[in-house]
């Protein structure tokens, strides 16, 4: 936990400023049959996620109106000055290449060319380890890391979203969702436009956390995940549904990710500074190994990787 994230009490937000009307139904499946799950305080502004007692998918509800969440990616997202920021990604590139790399090779072994979108591509730093076999294109809504992207792939680049790009109907080999799907409000559309773009044969990959892992249910509210920027937090069986739904033919699932353990303790030593640090790879590698644990739906941790092939 970040020192910056403040501890408020819930509701001391002006709510009819900063959220759209309720939702009276799942954005999921339809049904009206939602609950109250959690209030999520740690944050300022605090906000409530609903559970849909049909499908079991997990949504901010009310959620912040879109002009709140641009606020969520601008520049202090990304350079580390909001308290729920991910790490900039430019100062840890060489880093998380080890994953990059491990992660194209992977796809790689499923799709052998083409053209490769990735999706909420940020600075473009996991396209260049696509580039070894695919041609990269990338969809960003910041503009403050698009204008980074851009400057290495040109036009490819789009600053949008996948409901305004200018790609066309079966042009990608490839479309890969990294920690993206959690951010929209509409995930079933987001991969219905993915399965219309891509080729048949083609790979979709969604990286996303797993509700229903035991991790998530045991921490409750507190889980991480739980974050202003996230909007939809799905389970196994919703990417199960979702991909179903949308036509995909084939679904693999990785537990806990499409890579091994090296990769990540090599990018985890971002930040490292003393021999010390290095005790985080025991919890990582534990980590990692508890997320091989599973039966059937059930598994121990929440970390998960899908590939769906058209
Ligand atoms: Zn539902």
């Known amino acids: 936990m970040r020192e910056k994230i403040k501890i408020i009490p819930a509701g001391i937000s002006p ?20 609950m109250p799950l959690y209030e999520i305080i740690k944050y300022e502004p605090g906000f409530s996620v609903d559970r849909c007692t049909g499908c079991g998918f997990i949504f901010m509800n009310p959620r912040f109106k879109k002009s709140v969440l641009a606020k969520f990616y601008g520049d202090n997202y990304y350079t580390g000055n909001e308290g729920y920021t991910y790490f900039d990604e430019r100062d840890a590139e060489k880093f998380a290449m080890h994953v990059w790399r491990k992660r194209i090779e992977k796809i790689h072994d499923k799709v052998k ?7 909420g591509c940020a600075f473009g730093g996991f396209l260049k380890a696509a580039q070894k076999y695919y041609t990269p294109y990338g969809i960003e809504l910041s503009e403050y890391s698009w204008v980074v992207a851009k400057s290495i792939y040109g036009n490819n680049i789009h600053l949008g979203t996948l409901e305004d790009h200018p790609f066309h109907e079966e042009s990608f080999s490839v479309i890969t969702m990294i920690e993206l799907i959690e951010h929209l409000p509409d995930p079933l559309s987001a991969v219905k436009e993915c399965y219309r773009l891509l080729k048949p044969g083609g790979l979709l990959l969604i990286q996303t956390a797993n509700m229903d892992g035991l991790q998530a249910r045991l921490q409750g509210g507190t889980y991480s995940y739980y974050m202003p920027g996230h909007l939809s937090y799905l389970s196994k069986k919703n990417i199960r549904m979702i991909l179903g739904k949308c036509g995909f033919k084939k679904i693999l699932f990785y537990h806990p990710v ?46 998960l990787v899908t590939y769906g092939i058209k």
């Open 15 to 34: 709510a009819g400023k900063i959220f759209e009307a309720r939702s009276a139904t799942c954005p999921l499946c339809d049904s009206s049959k939602i």
């Open 113 to 119: 060319a083409g053209s490769f979108l990735d999706v």
């Open 258 to 303: 499409d890579f091994g353990l090296f990769p990540k303790l090599m990018k985890s030593r971002y930040g490292f500074k003393t021999l010390f640090d290095y005790s985080a790879w025991i919890r990582i590698t534990l980590y990692h190994l508890a997320g091989k644990i599973r039966l059937g739906n059930f598994s121990a941790t929440s970390s």
